[in-house]
């Protein structure tokens, strides 16, 4: 059966990004890559990490996962991975503004939902099939779905980095519980953990 996954990068204190998130500055002010290094300068040693990051058979984001903007919608501004983005799946968007689908190179379409979280898991479950769903972030949104108890396995990925403020993974997601399913993994610039959630 499938089920609904999370991989989130995060620091050793809890934020998946920092402050003053821009065009300039996706994940803050100060942060730039160091909370995805891994994944730049190891990928052969996280092979099997990355692809099951980009596994699933649709993808659910927050707004700002898509785009530095917080009203209208700029129509030239297609994602922050350029014309192939690396989801090859439907992946939809929670905004409050409606916009017409947006299909790219490789089999991504972004889908623009404004009716909230549960329908946007709907639309995802049906685009999936018996693949899994995975709830891509931001920090915002992936604490929604976890307090709606819609997650069934999160996978940390985190940095030896301390943020100390920003935007903080499992703020506002309830009372849960998390079991562990496999030992944790790594290298010097990344612990892997994976949790089974259990409500």
Known sequence: M????????MSLDGYVAGLNQSL??????????????WMFEEPERHAEVIEG????GAFIMGRNMFDP???DWNLDWTGWWGEEPPY?????????????PLTMKGGTTFFFVTDGIEAALTRA??????RDVSIAGGAATVNQYLAAGHIDELRLHVA???????????ADAGDIT???TAPPTGTALVTHLTYQVLR
């Open 160 to 170: 030896p980095v301390i943020l100390g403020r920003g935007e903080r993974l499992l």
């Open 88 to 100: 090859h799946a439907p992946t939809f968007v929670l905004t409050h503004h409606p916009r017409e």
């Open 178 to 180: 998390l079991t562990p």
């Open 53 to 56: 990051i980009t596994a699933a």
């Open 24 to 37: 300039d500055n996706p994940f803050g002010e100060g942060v730039g890559d160091r909370l995805h290094q």
């Open 125 to 130: 479950r049906e685009a999936a099939g018996d």
């Open 69 to 71: 903007g917080r009203g």
């Open 2 to 9: 499938s089920k609904v996954t999370c991989d989130m990068g």
